[in-house]
């Protein structure tokens, strides 16, 4: 896959089915779908993330995250440095306060990290399921004229890095159907168990989710890994 694939911004143009995607569906659920490069020359490409994803997640792109913007949850990144994967978590300590005094300002909120050692198997597996569910998340209908996702509610975004150096995301506001949900959920559980300390013995932790991570059709995957 070449290098130098160009952002495809999908609530503002349809370039092509393999590369960006978006719609209102029936219950006028919004999403964005985007293909870039992660970097343009020596600076990261953040054009797709918000100014509350790059509060936790504005240093660089890490190989797997996900991120939620009820700032009650919490979110993650799977960090890769040779053949060794960390899970840090993100959250937020002071939400309610900020929320009450100052209007959500993103400047306002306290962000916790915790981090804890995860196996290649479990991290490799994550990013399989998770580009997986962006991949196959399929429009059905153009969008209307919009530059940005708004939303009611709260959103989620997923997002990985090839080995190519190109980033996956899908950003989804009050994901409720099918993979996406699932998805959702499943990040979700895996950040609550690390916040919460049932995080203990990585084997024990990571055996809980290794079924709901499968996924059979790695096709697409694998070819954009050559």
Not at 63 to 87: D, I, P, W
Not at 121 to 143: G, S, V, W
Request: glycine content about 2%.
């Amino acid at each position: 896959m070449k290098k130098n694939i160009l952002t495809a911004l999908i609530v503002i143009s349809f370039i092509s089915p393999a590369f960006s995607q978006g719609r209102i569906d029936t219950n006028e659920r919004l999403f964005v779908k985007r293909i870039e490069q992660n970097a343009y020359g020596n600076r990261w490409n953040f054009d797709g993330k918000e100014s509350l994803e790059k509060l936790f997640f504005g240093d660089f792109n890490a190989y797997v995250e996900f991120f939620c913007s009820e700032m009650a949850e919490t979110s993650f990144r799977v960090l890769k440095k040779g053949l060794f994967y960390t899970l840090e978590i993100k959250y937020v300590t002071n939400a309610k306060e900020v929320d009450e005094a100052f209007e959500k300002k993103t400047k306002h909120y306290k962000v916790a990290t915790r981090a804890v050692p995860i196996s290649s198997q479990f991290a490799e597996r994550l990013h399989k399921r998770m580009f997986f569910c962006i991949d196959n998340f399929k429009a059905t209908k153009a969008p209307p004229n919009i530059s940005r996702l708004v939303v009611d509610g709260y959103w989620v975004t997923f997002r990985v890095v090839t080995d190519e150096a190109v980033v996956w995301s899908l950003k989804i506001d009050n994901p409720s159907e099918n993979d996406a949900e699932k998805m959702a959920n499943l990040c979700l559980k895996i950040a609550a168990d690390v916040r919460y300390n049932v995080f203990h013995e990585s084997r024990s932790f990571e055996s809980k989710y290794m079924d709901e991570l499968k996924t059979n059709d790695l096709n697409i995957y694998n070819s954009v890994k050559q």
